[in-house]
């Protein structure tokens, strides 16, 4: 069974920095892709960063330029450098994993049809 468990939430005043970590665990896990998607309540799901085996990223546009992904050597850990928050950062963020290749960071940002899923870590930003 493959478990994915988030930490690094919390609350920051804008402009500031949060670090969001995600440890998978499981017999088989290997990922392929790992990333984060975050919700807001009333707004739709979306995408933030997405990272592969091979090192390949995408981020949302909203994330582009504040937000990087990373990961360990032995893929099982992913990280999520938020820098210069701002307010409509505000929501659960989810980490997600699969282990097929059936898309690209890109498709996977886009989709969200990740195969796995943590129970998320919320993120409070305010002015």
């Known amino acids: 069974q493959v478990r994915l468990v988030e930490s690094g939430g919390g609350s920051v005043r804008s402009g500031g920095s949060l670090r969001l970590s995600c440890v998978g665990s499981?017999?088989?896990?290997?990922?392929?892709?790992m990333g984060w998607v975050r919700q807001a309540p009333g707004k739709k799901r979306e995408g933030v960063a997405v990272i592969d085996d091979a090192g390949s990223t995408s981020y949302a546009d909203s994330v582009k330029g504040r937000f990087t992904i990373s990961q360990d050597s032995a893929r099982n850990t992913v990280i999520l450098q938020m820098n210069d928050l701002k307010p409509e950062d505000t929501a659960m963020y989810y980490c997600a994993a699969d282990t097929s290749r059936r898309m690209t960071t890109s498709q996977a940002l886009a989709w969200q049809d990740f195969g796995f899923w943590g129970r998320g870590t919320q993120v409070t930003v305010s002015l």
């Open positions: 499981g017999s088989t896990f290997a990922s392929y892709l």
